[in-house]
């Protein structure tokens, strides 16, 4: 860990970690409900769905790399069980539709996932905005807010 980081952070390093911490359940999920779309999805487009949803999976657990570099940097460690990674995830769960040709539907599960995350990227930025001056974590998280934007539109692109 470093003591530096962790200075820089100031006061509230520890809410920012269990923050990140949070954030890095979500993106385990997010990874294990694509992947799942991409293997179960069925139907005609099938192959351009299950392709999108298997490419933006990748792209979570990127995520979740990023953030766990940053946490262990922080001082921190990463949540362990999986049964914690359920726990304190903010978006528990991916609600992926009951028939395996409703393609629509997977496709309106990932844009309601995209909408959760960016949603609590949105909210650490504004604490880093405020209360907690970390530009590193600040740049990671923008970063990763870009891409959950960019996800949220290649899924509203495919439903058209
Ligand atoms: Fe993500
Ligand atoms: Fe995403």
């Known amino acids: 860990m470093g003591e530096m980081a ?15 911490n949070r954030a890095y359940a ?9 992947k799942t779309a991409a293997e179960i999805a069925e139907g005609l487009n099938r192959e351009i769905v299950a392709e999108k949803f ?3 999976a990748d792209e979570e657990l990127h995520h979740a790399e990023e953030l766990a570099e ?14 914690d990674i359920k726990a304190r995830a903010n978006c528990k769960t ?13 496709l ?9 995350a960016i949603k609590v990227y949105v909210e ?14 600040f740049h990671v998280i923008r970063h990763i807010l870009q891409e959950e934007v960019e996800h949220e539109d290649d899924f509203e692109t495919l439903l058209g």
């Open 70 to 83: 940053r946490i262990g940097q922080l001082g921190g460690e990463v949540i362990k069980e999986f049964d």
């Open 124 to 137: 650490i930025l504004e604490k880093l905005k405020s209360d907690i001056k970390d530009p590193i974590t």
């Open 26 to 34: 979500d993106e385990w999920l997010a990874f294990f409900y694509y």
């Open 54 to 56: 298997s490419k933006i």
């Open 94 to 106: 991916v609600k992926l539709p009951e028939d395996p040709k409703d393609l629509e539907g997977f």
């Open 6 to 20: 962790r200075k820089m952070a100031g006061p509230k390093v520890d809410e920012l970690i269990e923050d990140l």
């Open 108 to 116: 309106r599960a990932g844009i309601e996932a995209e909408q959760c």
